[in-house]
């Protein structure tokens, strides 16, 4: 990443510079990146190919202003970080759902070395708002919730959010590529979770706003409210006003298969 393409990040994102890659910075670009950068899965509803390489995430992320899922968010997030100094490592993880944990790679985390070492996640949608120290097994508290780190078996490393284990990940650092066939899994299966919801989402200083087909969904201070978007042109206009998206036509889910 050149000098140039760092500066589009960092405005995209709304961060200075950095001065020195330290903890402050660290949180402060991890939560400029979440406030901006929207988690959504519209380039699977759009027949857009997802492709995990730096140039294509620094296009779809920052010229083309748009979001992604954990693999194209993580994935630019450490280009970034490692451009600016940070010392980073992509985690396999594997998110635990329905009393077991998917498969390896099912999730892409980073590891941060400073003085300290830390998790960094901007692409799981609801989450820490704050890197999280690995070292420090008591309870970390930020606007995202209430999180715990425990090392476990092998040195794997698991992530609680609010008292509820939400992944586990291999201590072992791993390359974008490696994430190539599980990311194709998930925009291509009928069985992944990305194929079946449509959704863009992200933090707000008090709570969070989702769009899911033609429901926007509000949360502020603990109170939901939704609303049914009426026709396309409002959908379009959601995504622009909440999200900064601007598409030519509206994402939508496959009809279903007719029996």
């Keep these: 990443m050149d000098t ?12 200075a510079r950095p001065a020195r890659p330290d903890a402050d910075r660290l949180r402060e670009l991890q939560r ?3 406030f901006a950068v929207p ?3 519209l380039s699977i509803h759009l027949n857009e190919p997802i492709q995990l390489d730096e140039e294509s995430l620094l296009d779809k992320i920052v010229t083309r202003r748009r979001g992604g ?9 450490a280009a970034l970080l490692t451009a600016l100094g940070f010392p980073v490592a992509m985690l396999s993880g594997r998110v635990h759902g329905r ?4 498969p390896p790679f099912d999730h892409l985390g980073l590891r941060v070395e400073l003085a300290e070492p830390w ?10 708002h704050h890197p999280l120290r690995l070292d420090v097994h008591a309870e970390q508290r930020n606007p995202g919730g209430v999180f715990q780190v425990e090392t476990t078996g092998p040195g794997d490393i698991e992530v609680a959010k609010d008292g509820r284990v939400e992944c586990r990940f291999e201590s072992r650092p791993y390359e974008l590529v490696d994430f190539i066939p599980t990311c194709w899994w998930h925009q291509s299966s009928p069985e992944s979770h990305f194929t079946k919801t449509l959704t863009c989402s992200l933090p707000t200083e008090t709570g ?14 603990g109170e939901r ?8 042109a409002d959908v379009l206009a959601a995504y622009r006003d909440h999200f900064g998206v601007i598409l030519d036509r509206p994402p939508a889910l496959p009809a279903p298969a007719a029996h």
């Design 39 to 41: 988690f959504e899965n």
């Design 225 to 232: 409210s939704e609303q049914i978007l009426d026709g396309d």
């Design 119 to 128: 998790f960094v996640d901007v692409g799981y949608g609801a989450f820490s």
């Design 4 to 15: 140039d393409q760092i500066d589009a990040y960092l405005a995209r994102i709304g961060a």
């Design 99 to 102: 009393g077991r944990f998917g």
């Design 32 to 34: 400029a990146h979440l």
């Design 69 to 77: 899922f954990c693999y194209e968010l993580n994935g630019a997030f």
């Design 208 to 221: 969070r706003v989702t769009l899911s087909g033609d429901r926007l969904i509000k949360t502020a201070t």
